[in-house]
């Protein structure tokens, strides 16, 4: 049964209403659903999607404009540990097959240790897409030092590969199914193998002044956010279907994208997994111990 279904049963919450921040991504197909189908409003939470510029900015709205945001795991971990006072509420999306990966045009680009330094495009240095490249590659072979990262966004990666100015793209879903039906793209590389398999990609978090004010509120959403999750990992075609809402993708697109993990629950060593990563690639100045992040009780 649903979260607050019966209405003799309504848990007892600081506030009904909920401002989520995100970006038009396949992780947040679960809220997407779930807000089709009512579950928020059935549980007795009004929730309000808000599509945000970018990550960062979500992060910043935080106690303003929005009461929780979507972001990956290694942008909410790197704006904690800058200072950033951030409750996580639950994980939004795990790495499959496929799910993310290296892309190229060039035939003769093919294994990851062909090119001793390459030239790879990423969405954000900073953020995930650099990590698991980097990972992948040092794996394979390639000296970290050798890897050129170069900044680009999604919808102008095929272009750079077109011109030669990279060598391959790190791409997301829908990006590598739309890369591959136009442009005649190949996965080079998955980046969701070896010590990045079933990567735990992104989640969503509030303040913790919020957290420490909404506890039931919030426990509620992550109630919620279970059972649109869970629905979500049974049924990848409803996910699939959904993409067309919010997304620049066609239905055909959408049949051919590759579906990861939706996790029901915050797993501290799943998580931790991701901290560590960035501990070792450098990309946190010192090791960071999720569970200081975890609403109490967490296990």
Excluded: C
């Excluded at 600081?14 to 992780?27: A, F, K, M, Q, S």
């Excluded at 919808?155 to 890369?179: K, L, N």
């Excluded at 420490?212 to 109630?223: I, K």
């Amino acid at each position: 049964m649903l979260p607050g279904t019966d209405s003799g049963d309504q848990p007892e919450v600081e506030r009904n209403t909920l401002r989520i921040g995100v970006l038009p991504v396949v992780d947040v197909a679960p809220l997407r659903l779930a807000l089709n189908e009512k579950l928020f409003e059935r549980s007795g939470l009004q929730v309000q999607l808000v599509t945000v510029s970018d990550e960062a900015e979500g992060i910043k709205q935080l106690d303003t404009t929005l009461d929780i945001t979507w972001a990956s795991h290694v942008n909410l971990f790197r704006a904690y540990a800058e200072g950033a006072q951030l409750q996580l509420q639950g994980e939004a999306y795990q790495a499959g097959s496929n799910t993310m990966a290296l892309v190229t045009l060039d035939t003769a680009y093919d294994s990851p240790d062909k090119l001793p330094s390459p030239r790879i495009a990423v969405n954000t240095v900073g953020d995930i897409g650099a990590l698991t490249t980097t990972t992948m590659l040092r794996t394979a072979g390639v000296e970290k030092q050798s890897i050129r990262l170069q900044e680009l966004p999604f919808e102008q990666m095929v272009d750079a590969m077109r011109a030669g100015t990279v060598d391959a793209a790190w791409m997301t879903e829908p990006f590598i199914t739309q890369a591959q039906r136009n442009a005649g793209a190949r996965i080079l590389a998955d980046t969701a193998i070896g010590p990045t398999k079933d990567f735990p990609v992104s989640g969503y978090a509030s303040s913790k002044k919020f957290a420490d004010a909404n506890p039931r509120t919030l426990a509620l959403f992550r109630q919620v956010l279970r059972d649109a999750q869970e629905s979500a990992s049974n049924d990848k075609l409803s996910v699939q279907d959904a993409l067309t809402g919010y997304m620049d993708v066609d239905q055909q697109t959408a049949a051919l994208v590759s579906v990861g993990t939706f996790p029901l629950s915050l797993n501290p060593a799943r998580l931790q997994r991701v901290a560590d990563m960035m501990d070792t690639e450098e990309v946190l100045p010192e090791r960071l111990d999720i569970g200081d992040m975890l609403p109490p009780g967490t296990t």
